[in-house]
């Protein structure tokens, strides 16, 4: 299986900030990486497709970049609505494996 | 506007079969999409359960290959899941959603149900 380790596991960060979220894979995959947002209670909500791609209707201050084994998610400046957990997940081979999350709180 | 549903028992006992249908409104499950199943543990990360095509393919996982059963349901719009020999560790919310394959053979669950928990107790 495609190991996901992201860092940090979690984050305390204020309205304004610039968030910057990684995601390694124990091998290379490409750009077969997508990042979900999830709230609590709430499904998961694709933000970032094949690592840079901005899925429609997600605002322009999410960015991803990577390729290989290293990717990263960043939100240029932080709203309040984008307190939440993040996952990176792989879509190269099977057994479709996600990162163990990212929370971002309020600092 | 895709929506998916996940409907089922809320609680199975021990031992048992767990059993989930998701619904689709808005798109065809007789599509080139696949179909899949995901869930979480309370507190807990994500994990991809399965896969299936609207052929009746499937992708499974290797960690609940022998436990898992989905099927395909094209005159309803549904897919289903059933997971046997249930224990307390499989208590969570199971989601399912939509793969999607887009023009340059990229996958990314793009569409979700708003998750079902079940637990498993006696």
């Known amino acids: 299986d495609i190991q996901m380790t992201q860092s940090p596991s979690s984050l305390s960060a204020s309205v304004g900030d610039r968030v910057t979220i990684t995601c390694q894979t124990s091998?290379?995959?490409?750009?077969?990486l997508n990042w979900y947002q999830q709230k609590r209670g709430e499904a998961p909500k694709v933000v970032i497709y094949?690592?840079?791609s901005l899925q429609p209707g997600v605002p322009s201050r999410f960015s991803g970049s990577g390729s290989g084994t290293d990717f990263t998610l960043t939100i240029s400046s932080l709203q309040p609505d984008d307190f939440a957990t993040y996952y990176c997940?792989?879509?190269?081979?099977?057994?479709?494996?996600f990162g163990r999350g990212t929370t971002v709180d309020v600092k | 506007q895709v929506k998916l549903q996940e409907s089922g028992p809320g609680l199975v006992k021990p031992s048992g079969t767990l059993s989930l249908t998701c619904s689709v409104s808005?798109?065809?499950?007789?599509?080139?999409?696949?179909w899949s199943w995901v869930r979480q543990s309370p507190g807990k990360g994500l994990e991809w359960i399965a896969d299936?095509?609207?052929?009746?393919?499937?992708n499974l996982s290797p960690s609940l290959k022998s436990r898992v059963t989905v099927s395909v349901d094209k005159s309803q719009n549904q897919f289903s899941l059933k997971l046997a020999s249930v224990t307390a560790a499989d208590t969570a919310v199971y989601f399912c959603?939509?793969?999607?394959?887009?023009?340059?053979?990229?996958?990314?669950?793009?569409?979700w149900g708003q998750g079902i928990l079940v637990t498993v107790s006696s």
């Open positions: 959603a939509r793969l999607m394959l887009d023009y340059d053979g990229l996958y990314y669950f793009d569409y």
């Open positions: 808005g798109a065809s499950i007789d599509s080139s999409d696949l």
């Open positions: 299936i095509y609207h052929s009746g393919d499937t």
């Open positions: 091998e290379d995959i490409s750009n077969y």
């Open positions: 094949g690592a840079s």
């Open positions: 997940q792989q879509s190269s081979d099977l057994p479709r494996t």
